[in-house]
């Protein structure tokens, strides 16, 4: 069960499909949210297969949440493929459940070499914004979040914050 988790984002004629396994938290979580924030009118539909996936944190709920909205928003396809009772359950308890598609069977084909996502080792800064907006995304879908989450946000604000100043005090280095 101990198995690090590992994101595939690729994209063709106009279908991204990603691939989710292992322990889905922040760290993979961080190049899905630059993606959820950067894909333009060229994507049409989004698949995530989640049958390799044993687990989720609440961050990488959060970006998938978020990646929800912009789909929405967007009125583009989202579809969860082949989600574990267990996943399906921790998405649930954040009641953030329905804003997803099941699909059962099936599964995405990944273009070797066409992956889409900046999988660099991300800063501590990226990592701290991207808990700060994940958890905020949970909290505004649903209001039992605020209770579970406003420490979390508020502690990583002030992680945030304290990034941010040590980076300008640094020269932005």
């Known amino acids: ?50 049958g390799g996936c044993e ?4 961050t990488f709920m959060g970006i998938l949440t978020m990646l929800s909205l912009k789909t929405k928003k967007m009125n583009i396809p989202l579809e969860l493929l082949n989600t574990s009772t267990s996943v399906r359950a921790l998405l649930r308890g954040l009641g953030v459940e329905k804003m997803f598609d099941f699909i059962e069977g099936g599964a995405v084909e990944l273009e070797e070499n066409r992956a889409i996502a900046d999988t660099d080792e991300p800063s501590r800064t990226d990592a701290a914004r991207t808990v700060v907006e994940a958890h905020k995304t949970l909290m505004n879908v649903s209001l039992d979040n605020i209770a579970k989450f406003e420490k979390v946000v508020e502690f990583a604000e002030d992680d945030l914050r304290r990034l941010e100043s040590q980076e300008h005090d640094d020269g932005g280095k």
């Not at 691939?19 to 698949?47: M, Q, T, Y």
């Not at 687990?55 to 609440?58: A, L, R, Y």
């Open 1 to 50: 069960m101990g198995n690090k988790a590992n994101l595939v984002i690729t994209e063709k004629n106009g279908v991204c499909s990603i691939k989710v396994s292992g322990r889905a938290n922040f760290e993979c979580g961080i190049p899905l949210r630059s993606f959820s924030k950067n894909f333009g009118d060229n994507i049409k539909k989004i698949v995530i297969d989640l």
């Open 55 to 58: 687990s989720m944190d609440s």
